[in-house]
């Protein structure tokens, strides 16, 4: 019975995703040398890096190989990160379940081909799980069940380290006397009295997030000051939300806009929030909007382009679907009107995908939205509802 709605749940997507008049016919990679689609990362405006189990591809807005990597790996490390670092450098990060995880650098030799840079280095004094690595400037955030580490990325012109810091972002750091359950971190830039800053919003599964401001020295971030996102307390249901990630729309020292993705619970559907950083000990939140969903749960970060925004969910059979919405979300600066009624959004376009192990999304020049259908197979498709809306 199972294998039966297995076979007409994919025979439904598949007709939905043709009978969409507005999407290119989709382009299959050759899986033997590259293997399955797991990541990706927009190097440029016109270039994107995606990462799959033996190569990373350096595509352009047609999905037209210009040039791929090979990525050096052992045999019991998986790869399955990858971001940028500047507009010549990308890392892929990989690790062993348990074991310090490292990563590989890549640097351009023009704007269509990159080469490996140095060599693979290991994270020092790290001998656990990452769930996900990133960096900004010369920082680096190891995400893990129950803390945030950062790490100093030393750079020269002929080699690169990775060293350790004295910050972690754990429950000493936040003052909790019970452990966290970190998921995601997001971060995003500020200026304030002619110095940089950055944001930082460290996702915690029930609490809903930390925030931490961190003064940029030397291109290096050193966190100063800190206070939580009450979420818990704000939606006072019956039921427990739990979330997963964060994306930062807009932030300055006292008011970012952020956007949650949320675990299973009793309802489905994401949010909008205006932060308002009162002072370290309180911080009040106003929702200004919600994204339903169709009933199934959220799968990794929400991403935006302009007004649009992406979000992608999946069932227990990874079948996905991949909303967009078009909702104007005001600046962190600009003052709203308190107590605002939340509205709840419908997407403008959906993208349905048949079972596939990981997920590519992301937007295109041209409010196009890029998707992989299978496990390596690119679509790109026109907005064509979105543009109908602006017109």
């Known amino acids: 019975m199972k294998i039966i709605y297995i076979l007409l749940s994919t025979v439904y997507l598949c007709k939905a995703q043709i009978n969409m008049a507005f999407c290119d016919e989709y382009i299959e990679y050759d899986v033997n040398n590259f293997g399955k689609f797991i990541s990706n990362v927009k190097l440029s405006n016109s270039t994107d890096a995606i990462l799959a189990e033996k190569r990373v591809l350096i595509i352009d807005d047609n999905l037209n190989v210009l040039s791929s990597v090979s990525i050096p790996k052992t045999q019991t490390h998986n790869c399955e990160w990858i971001f940028n670092y500047n507009n010549d450098t990308f890392f892929v990060g990989c690790q062993k379940n348990g074991e310090a995880p490292y990563l590989i650098a890549y640097k351009s030799i023009n704007k269509t081909h990159y080469a490996q840079f140095g060599d693979i280095v290991y994270f020092p004094n790290l001998n656990e799980t990452v769930i996900k690595v990133t960096g900004v ?118 008011v970012s806009q952020l956007n949650f993705n949320l ?34 749960p959220t799968w990794g970060k929400p991403i935006v382009f302009g007004n649009l925004q992406g979000i992608l969910r999946r069932n227990t059979l990874k079948q996905s679907i991949f909303n967009v919405y078009n909702i104007m979300i005001p600046y962190a600066s600009v003052q709203n009107e308190n107590n605002l009624t939340a509205t709840t959004y419908e997407p403008v376009d959906t993208f349905t995908s048949p079972p596939q192990d990981y997920s590519i999304y992301y937007f295109n020049s041209g409010y196009r939205v890029v998707h992989s259908i299978e496990d390596n197979k690119l679509q790109s498709c026109d907005l064509y509802n979105y543009k109908l809306q602006m017109e």
């Open 137 to 254: 400037l010369n920082t680096l955030f190891t995400v893990q069940a129950k803390k945030v580490i950062l790490f100093t990325l030393v750079m020269s012109a002929a080699e690169w380290s990775i060293k350790t810091t004295q910050n972690v972002l754990d429950k000493n750091y936040f003052a909790r006397t019970t452990e966290i359950n970190v998921t995601d971190i997001a971060y995003a830039p500020y200026s304030e009295d002619k110095l940089q800053y950055y944001k930082l919003i460290v996702v915690e599964f029930r609490l809903g997030a930390f925030w931490v401001d961190a003064v940029v020295k030397n291109d290096i971030l050193s966190p100063f000051r800190t206070g939580l996102i009450n979420l818990q307390a704000h939606f006072n249901e019956y039921y427990s939300k739990q979330y997963q990630s964060v994306v930062i729309h807009s932030t300055t020292q006292n």
């Open 263 to 296: 675990f299973l619970y009793q309802k489905y559907y994401d949010l909008n929030i205006r932060a308002v950083y009162v002072s370290t000990s309180k911080t009040t939140i106003q929702v200004n909007n919600y994204f339903s969903s169709n009933g199934w």
